[in-house]
């Protein structure tokens, strides 16, 4: 694995602390066991400012922290039980999703907004709804399909996360501020 630089490392801190600060947004959905928060907007925007592989290290590092005790998950929970328990599977689709935004966009270092749009919603909805969705399901002993179902509360928000985090880096990119943000 290559080298963090001193930058990187702070990079990767602030947008896992971000993650963090993300979580503690958290309303009930009611439904099932999983709590709308504004996370995934920080997984949304590590990907896509950081780039593929500092982007699903911050969330790496999030999940680190949370594992070990630190109450930086949704509702200021933490450990383990967290991570094995019905929110678990998002919490590691922040990874996946991360990643995935940051290489579909390292491909285009100036998409469209459409493309930009289309990236963010593949990496920060629908790869982090998988997992989530297949843990969920296990552990709750839902079927796959009613575990589906109910992700209807979070759509609408999750929509709006990826126009926001569309907007925050059209401004960025407009700025041209990645050049300090991603490795060179």
């Known amino acids: 694995m290559q080298k963090l630089t001193t930058r990187e490392m702070v990079l990767v801190a602030l947008f896992a602390a971000l993650t963090a600060v993300m979580a503690q947004i958290s309303?009930?959905?009611?439904?099932?066991?999983?709590?709308?928060?504004?996370?995934?907007?920080?997984?949304?925007?590590?990907?896509?400012?950081?780039?593929?592989?500092?982007?699903?290290?911050?969330?790496?590092?999030y999940i680190l922290l949370g594992a070990v005790g630190l109450p930086v998950f949704a509702q200021g929970r933490a450990g383990l039980g967290v991570l094995l328990g019905p929110t678990g599977g998002f919490l590691f689709g922040f990874v996946l999703g991360a990643y995935v935004i940051g290489k579909l966009?390292?491909?285009?270092?100036q998409p469209s907004l459409p493309y930009l749009l289309l990236a963010i919603a593949v990496g920060g909805i629908a790869l982090i709804y998988l997992p989530g969705v297949v843990q969920l399901s296990v552990v709750t002993g839902m079927t796959p399909a009613r575990a589906l179902a109910s992700m209807w509360p979070f759509i609408p928000g999750d929509i709006l996360k990826v126009a926001a985090s569309a907007v925050i880096v059209r401004a960025v990119l407009a700025r041209n501020l990645t050049a300090h943000l991603q490795p060179k």
């Open 27 to 61: 309303i009930p959905a009611g439904v099932i066991p999983v709590p709308i928060t504004g996370q995934t907007m920080a997984v949304m925007l590590a990907g896509a400012l950081l780039g593929a592989r500092l982007g699903a290290f911050s969330q790496i590092i």
């Open 105 to 109: 966009l390292e491909k285009r270092p």
